[in-house]
């Protein structure tokens, strides 16, 4: 078996398992059971469970957040983003309920390193700290509402929330 296949399998049977039953409780052994793979394909793949919720959010998420937004287009672009985000949802609710969000942010930082690098928007060294923070923040609050907003609404809370207002008055 392909190892991109089995990592796959193994994925699904994590997913599969945090309907049934708490993270904690999942071992290696039932993911193994369930995706219908051996445990040495398993630890070809993986070192740990832990492994598969980073895999799956690099392979998947990642690539959904880590686009090139342009001023031009940035309400279109964010909602792009969103609506893939929602396409997602099965997967980011049930890594809410074991409260696996927090992964999120590694994520996230990844992708601010690599935006704020390529345009550099900015000179400051905490700046893609506070937008990956930021952003993560936002989008785990969205999912932890169950996906309340259309991707469409959100976006332009998203953008909203970017309006920084006048700071003069603040002492």
């Not at 969103?82 to 309920?97: G, V």
């Not at 923070?133 to 998203?158: L, M, P, Q, R």
Request: aromatic residues 12%; hydrophobic residues 40%.
């Amino acid at each position: 078996m392909k190892t991109k296949y089995a990592a796959s399998y193994f994925t699904e049977a994590l997913f599969e398992l945090l309907r049934e039953k708490h993270y904690e409780e999942i071992s290696i052994v039932d993911i193994v059971r369930k995706s219908g793979c051996s445990k040495a394909s398993f630890y070809r793949n993986f070192s740990s469970k832990d492994q598969i919720i980073d895999n799956y959010l690099m392979t998947n998420i990642y690539p959904i957040i880590n686009r090139n937004l342009t001023k031009d287009h940035l309400k279109q672009e964010l909602t792009m983003m969103f609506s893939e985000l929602f396409r997602s949802r099965q997967q980011l609710s049930l890594l809410d309920k074991a409260n696996l969000l927090n992964r999120l942010d590694k994520v996230f930082l990844i992708s601010s390193i690599a935006e704020i690098n390529t345009h550099n928007p900015t000179n400051t060294k905490y700046a893609p700290y506070y937008y990956a923070g930021a952003t993560s923040s936002f989008i785990k609050a969205w999912i932890s509402f169950d996906f309340a907003e259309s991707a469409e609404e959100v976006a332009g809370i998203f953008l909203e929330s970017l309006i920084i207002p006048d700071t003069h008055d603040i002492k």
